[in-house]
């Protein structure tokens, strides 16, 4: 079986074919941060239109480069959910052309499945049962993935995910946009003790996160003294270890909790260095493994999304000839696969 897969849900433009045997033929991407970066954050109206110029020839290309022709393909996966409407709407609005001009069968895909999907691209993916840390710039989940299709939440956030914690610390600290990354590499000249920020909701029972706490105390940390480039680096590298030692401490209760032993890392924030060097140490005193994409795989790419249409084109899934796509969707709601 081979698929066409499209990613449309924010500010990245992407297209990937994948096959079941012969695995991932092609996957282009582009990503809008340049056109973003002025504004410091994503404007949705910007986003879609650039997707209206980008998704088609990404598509082309990636069947260009995967020898692949409209009448060798099974069928079509889109991400439709979560995510900016206007962006999902592009992507869906293509998928679902392309599937009735060709007469093939559409499927509208979760974005968070896809994450949870994405080690399964490497030559080495985790086996079933594990839990898996989801950590991205709008979402910081623990979930019990017993199979492809059953999950179950164990912990979220309530408030700021870890991403969004990353991302507005960047901005406080006047770093560009997309924030994260630079937060990351601006903390590896920071002195590590220097400063201190809390662990949010790390003393209490359960696996629920809170990260607005902590981007309080950043911002009182900002005012109290003259931002000098050593300062800002400190409270850069305490930033990042305040919410690696949060992630890492949940993520081993979440195994401890589920018996499992085997711990998924997916989204844009499981590729940070400081938080995968931490989950190695800290699962390794658990007895335990820990799985990642590859770091191109971390952030949104359609590769992930025909992962997760594939299995779900295989199980006789499919949308209709309507267009799917929703700004907000639920991961429990999502149908399971057939036995």
Same mark, same amino acid.
């Given at each position: 079986?081979?698929?066409?897969?499209?990613?449309?849900?924010?500010?990245?433009?992407?297209?990937?074919?994948?096959?079941?045997?012969?695995?991932?033929? +092609?996957?282009?991407?582009?990503? $809008?941060?340049?056109?973003?970066?002025?504004?410091?954050?994503?404007?949705?109206?910007?986003?879609?239109?650039?997707?209206?110029?980008?998704?088609?020839?990404?598509?082309?290309?990636?069947?260009?480069?995967?020898?692949?022709? @409209?009448?060798?393909?099974?069928?079509?996966?889109? %991400?439709?959910? @979560?995510?900016?409407?206007? /962006? *999902?709407?592009?992507?869906?609005?293509? !998928?679902?052309?392309?599937?009735?001009?060709?007469?093939?069968?559409?499927?509208?895909?979760?974005?968070?499945?896809?994450?949870?999907?994405?080690?399964?691209?490497?030559?080495?993916?985790? @086996?079933?049962?594990?839990?898996?840390?989801?950590?991205?710039?709008?979402?910081? $989940?623990?979930?019990?993935?017993?199979?492809?299709?059953?999950? #179950?939440?164990?912990?979220?956030? #309530?408030?700021?995910? +870890?991403?969004?914690?990353?991302?507005?610390?960047?901005?406080?600290?006047?770093?560009?946009?997309?924030?994260? @990354?630079?937060?990351?590499?601006?903390?590896?000249?920071?002195?590590?003790? /220097?400063?201190?920020?809390?662990?949010?909701?790390?003393?209490?029972?359960? *696996?629920?996160?809170?990260?607005?706490?902590?981007?309080?105390?950043?911002?009182?940390?900002?005012?109290?003294?003259?931002?000098?480039?050593?300062?800002?680096?400190?409270?850069?590298?305490?930033?990042?270890?305040?919410?690696?030692?949060?992630? !890492?401490?949940?993520?081993?209760?979440?195994?401890?909790? %589920?018996? =499992?032993?085997?711990?998924?890392?997916?989204?844009?924030?499981?590729?940070?260095?400081?938080?995968? !060097?931490?989950?190695?140490?800290?699962?390794? /005193?658990?007895?335990?493994?820990?799985?990642?994409?590859?770091?191109?795989?971390?952030?949104?790419?359609?590769?992930?999304?025909?992962?997760?249409?594939?299995?779900?084109?295989?199980?006789? $899934?499919?949308?209709?000839?309507?267009?799917?796509?929703?700004? $907000?969707?639920?991961?429990?709601? =999502?149908?399971?696969?057939?036995?």
């Amino acid at each position: 079986m081979r698929v066409l897969a499209i990613e449309s849900s924010c500010d990245e433009s992407a297209a990937a074919v994948l096959d079941e045997g012969a695995g991932l033929l +092609a996957h282009e991407l582009y990503s $809008q941060i340049e056109l973003h970066r002025a504004y410091g954050g994503v404007v949705p109206e910007l986003a879609s239109r650039d997707h209206v110029r980008r998704l088609l020839p990404l598509v082309e290309t990636a069947l260009a480069r995967a020898a692949t022709r @409209p009448e060798d393909l099974d069928g079509i996966a889109y %991400t439709a959910g @979560p995510g900016l409407m206007g /962006a *999902l709407l592009t992507g869906a609005a293509l !998928a679902s052309s392309l599937a009735y001009a060709w007469r093939l069968p559409a499927i509208g895909v979760h974005h968070l499945e896809g994450h949870l999907l994405a080690p399964l691209l490497e030559s080495d993916p985790p @086996p079933f049962p594990h839990v898996a840390l989801l950590v991205s710039g709008g979402h910081t $989940q623990l979930i019990e993935v017993a199979a492809i299709g059953s999950y #179950r939440l164990l912990g979220e956030t #309530r408030d700021d995910a +870890a991403g969004e914690a990353f991302d507005k610390t960047a901005k406080l600290l006047g770093l560009p946009y997309p924030g994260g @990354p630079q937060l990351a590499a601006l903390a590896t000249r920071g002195t590590h003790g /220097a400063l201190s920020f809390p662990r949010p909701m790390l003393e209490r029972p359960g *696996l629920e996160f809170s990260f607005s706490g902590l981007k309080t105390a950043v911002l009182h940390a900002v005012r109290a003294g003259e931002l000098t480039e050593r300062r800002r680096a400190d409270i850069a590298r305490a930033v990042e270890e305040a919410i690696v030692d949060t992630l !890492a401490a949940k993520a081993m209760r979440a195994l401890d909790y %589920t018996g =499992l032993t085997t711990l998924v890392v997916s989204g844009g924030v499981g590729a940070n260095r400081a938080l995968r !060097a931490r989950l190695e140490t800290s699962a390794g /005193a658990h007895g335990a493994r820990v799985y990642y994409p590859r770091v191109e795989f971390c952030t949104d790419n359609a590769a992930m999304i025909a992962v997760a249409g594939l299995a779900r084109l295989r199980a006789g $899934q499919h949308a209709g000839l309507g267009i799917e796509a929703r700004a $907000q969707w639920p991961l429990d709601s =999502l149908p399971p696969l057939a036995a």
